[in-house]
């Protein structure tokens, strides 16, 4: 594993966000959910698809806080233009398992 520096890290602007829409993707390659992120401020709201159909459902995830780097450039993911990447780690089977603060914290506040 190569090291890294702190100026680095910083690079990564990763925020919170709060999810304020989330909708099935049934036309992607792996089960996905279309989302869209509030983060407050100049970033408002960014869309994104994340593979999280295993343990979450677009209803379930509505008005719930993620994690999501916000500075990478946008990438079309299928027919989904995703401008953020939301934070996950894979669980014992490999299936996304969301980052997030163990309790509310203000939309846009950024990781350090």
Sequence with gaps: MAEITYADFAKLDIR??????AEPYPEAR???IKLWVDFGGDLGIKKSSAQLADHYTPEALVGTQVLAVVN????QIGKVMSEILVLGVPDEAGKVVLMRPDQDVPIGGRLF
Excluded: E, L, M, S
Aim: net charge positive; no cysteine.
């Design 72 to 75: 990478f450039p946008p990438r």
């Design 16 to 21: 919170i966000g709060h999810v304020t829409q």
């Design 30 to 32: 792996v089960p996905a």
